[in-house]
Structures are given as structure tokens and as C-alpha cells.
């Protein structure tokens, strides 16, 4: 088991950037693939971007591909998304999640408590 917490939401214009970070504690962080996801009232989950346990592969949505970079930093326990070009789409509940296998290509099994990024117009 890992137990997962994000930061560095918060408030911010259309244009800025954020960067999230998730720290993970409870077994060998290296061993999981990372991911983080996001929702939006009224609307569904919404898969964001996922690393590899090896640090070698990087997946994202279709909607922050180009904007968004996932990273990760074993030593720390730590994953981060770099989020640059926000829009108001973008706002959302974010939330990390983590899964014991070489790339998050199914449901992740932990998850962290979510920040909130709100991006203003």
C-alpha cells in the first residue's frame, strides 16, 4: 500500500502555469506506476497523464498533451505535473493515484485526496 497527498493547487488566470506535486509513503515508491487524474463537477474522471515505474515512459490525455508534463523523482517519493497554457477547462479536482505495475493501464488501486486547481478567465 502507499498512501498518496497532493499540492500546489490553487488559484490562477488563464495563460499561467502550476505545478502539482504528490508525495508517497507506505511501501517502495519505485515499484508503482504513477498517474494523475482529474474531475470537474458534474462530469466524469478524467484520465490526465501517468508515468512509469522505470521513469522511461510518459502517457497523456488528448486534451493536456503538449501542455502538461508528468514527472517523478524515486529518491523523494515524489511525482509531479508541470501544468503550463491553463485554461478554465482545466479546473478541476486533481488527484494522484498510484498502481503496482510497469505502466497505469488499468484502474489505479490508491489515490490521493485531490487539490483543487481553478483557472479564472
Known amino acids: 500500500q502507499v498512501q498518496l497527498v497532493e499540492s500546489g493547487g490553487g488559484l490562477v488566470q488563464a495563460g499561467d502555469s502550476l505545478r502539482l506535486s504528490c508525495a508517497a509513503s507506505g511501501r517502495t515508491f519505485s515499484s508503482y506506476a504513477m498517474g494523475w487524474f482529474r474531475q470537474a463537477p458534474g462530469k466524469e474522471r478524467e484520465f490526465v497523464a501517468s508515468i512509469s515505474r522505470s521513469n522511461g515512459r510518459m502517457d497523456y490525455g488528448d486534451s493536456v498533451k503538449g501542455r502538461f508534463t508528468i514527472s517523478r523523482d524515486n529518491a523523494k517519493a515524489m511525482v509531479f505535473l508541470q501544468m503550463n497554457s491553463l485554461a478554465p477547462e482545466d479546473t478541476a479536482v486533481y488527484y494522484c493515484?498510484?498502481?503496482?505495475?510497469?505502466?497505469?493501464?488499468?484502474?489505479?488501486?490508491?489515490w490521493g485526496q485531490g487539490t483543487q486547481v481553478t483557472v479564472s478567465s
Open positions: 493515484a498510484a498502481k503496482e505495475e510497469y505502466r497505469l493501464t488499468t484502474p489505479p488501486d490508491y
